[in-house]
């Protein structure tokens, strides 16, 4: 999982590229070299769904491997995703959404961060499709921001280096100016996230798909059924 909403399947793609002597060094690190940036989350104003992204991005108190940097990171996606959205579409995505958890893999020993927050909007489908009648959102730049500029997955997270988000960010920001709002979100929540590691030295590898697979109800003109 991305460490965002686990029911989201979400394409937590961790391209481990190590050399053969550091196939471990880099698997729990994360960010340890490669340019990686001072993590420094872009603020969301608050909406009508705050009282319940609190409710998704709070820790709990026994938790051990998500951070209050994980929790801050939930808080301000979960912002953005829910952002202007009408009052039951917000709804459902609160309602069957996720909340913040760590957990570790029984295969590799490897603890990770579901950073958790709103469920994806395909999710909600009935109560968020809008056929297309609102215009293109220029203010979900800051979603795109969130999904392409952010490593979030394990118990260190990180900021990417300019040069590594640049690519996801640029499709992130066509696809937004392009799309009317639910249609471009719905793109925007499939950023695939990952990470190439060389050794310890780690950096992002996230990737805005095009086409985004399984938004093509969301981006038609057709009414939900």
Do not use: W
Not at 49 to 77: I, R
Not at 112 to 141: E, I, R
């Amino acid at each position: 999982m991305h460490g965002y909403p686990a029911q989201s399947v979400r394409r937590s793609v961790v391209r481990l590229l190590a050399l053969t002597s550091a196939l471990t060094a880099c698997g729990g690190g994360g960010g340890g070299g490669g340019g990686a940036a001072a993590i420094v989350i872009p603020v969301v104003p608050t909406g009508a769904f705050e009282a319940g992204c609190q409710q998704l991005c709070t820790l709990s108190p026994n938790e051990t491997v998500c951070t209050a940097k994980h929790a801050e990171f939930c808080l301000e996606l979960c912002r953005a995703r829910t952002r202007d959205l009408p009052q039951t579409c917000g709804d459902c995505l609160i309602a069957v959404g996720t909340p913040i958890s760590g957990y570790v893999d029984n295969f590799s020993n490897t603890p990770y961060c579901t950073v958790g927050g709103p469920a994806l909007l395909t999710t909600c489908a009935n109560q968020c499709d809008d056929a297309g009648a609102a215009a293109a959102s220029p203010d979900l730049d800051l979603l795109c921001q969130l999904e392409c500029s952010f490593y979030m997955d394990q118990r260190t997270p990180f900021a990417c280096a300019m040069s590594d988000a640049a690519d996801c960010l640029a499709a992130c920001r066509t696809a937004i100016a392009a799309q009317p709002r639910v249609c471009a979100q719905c793109q925007v929540e499939r950023t695939e996230h990952g990470q190439v590691c060389i050794n310890s030295d780690c950096s992002c590898a996230n990737n805005f798909p095009m086409p985004a697979f399984g938004c093509d109800a969301l981006c038609d003109t057709m009414p939900p059924m």
